[in-house]
């Protein structure tokens, strides 16, 4: 019997290498390929789902927002229709008060009369009290409803405390006077609160 010699086991072995490890590439090559188009796959999905929550999260943002105003106005203009308003008599302020208690997201309601000086604020507490007879006719949201007699929503404003708020203005329109004879003005506060519906 003829046993075979060692050079030619490890010639032969060697070869036996040269296909698997050109296999294995061959593998890692395709895996890695595939990696990618998943990736790229997986990456073109994510983003089309996220600018999808991100149009539902703007639409529903948008819609909670007009309720929230179109709900303030409301509550202004039934509080502008009351003749104890409408004489700015001192019993206005208690109106004020149940006007201020029934609409979240408010820091003050004012009364201006129709030259934009302030009547009536509440609450009336604290620095508030000093405001009553303060001039607000030079104010960019006093005179954009003056003259247009439309509901006006102020840009982002600093109030007389120094906080960032937002003022939605009402002009009110008595038969008997003049035009734009007063206006009711409440003003909403920017904290984290409110961000999400004033964003």
Avoid: C
């Amino acid at each position: 019997m003829q046993v075979p010699s060692r050079k030619n086991d490890k010639r032969f072995s060697k070869w036996l290498y040269v296909p698997v490890i050109a296999i294995t590439v061959a593998a890692i090559a395709v895996t890695i390929l595939i990696g990618k188009r998943n990736h790229s796959e997986i990456m073109r999905f994510a983003t089309e789902q996220f600018t999808q929550q991100q149009l539902i999260l703007s639409r529903s943002a948008a819609t909670g927002i007009k309720d929230f105003i179109s709900r303030v106005d409301n509550d202004l203009h039934a509080l502008s229709d009351l003749p104890v308003v409408q004489g700015m008599q001192p019993a206005t302020v208690e109106y004020m008060e149940l006007f201020y208690k029934g609409t979240p997201i408010r820091t003050s309601s004012r009364m201006l009369d129709k030259n934009g000086i302030l009547r009536f604020i509440y609450p009336q507490e604290g620095w508030r009290k000093d405001l009553i007879g303060r001039d607000y006719s030079q104010d960019s949201y006093f005179k954009k409803a003056k003259e247009t007699g439309d509901v006006v929503i102020s840009d982002l404003i600093i109030n007389e405390a120094g906080e960032r708020r937002i003022m939605l203005t009402r002009p009110v329109y008595i038969i008997r006077l003049s035009p734009a004879s007063f206006i009711i003005k409440s003003e909403m506060t920017t904290s984290p609160v409110s961000l999400a519906f004033l964003k």
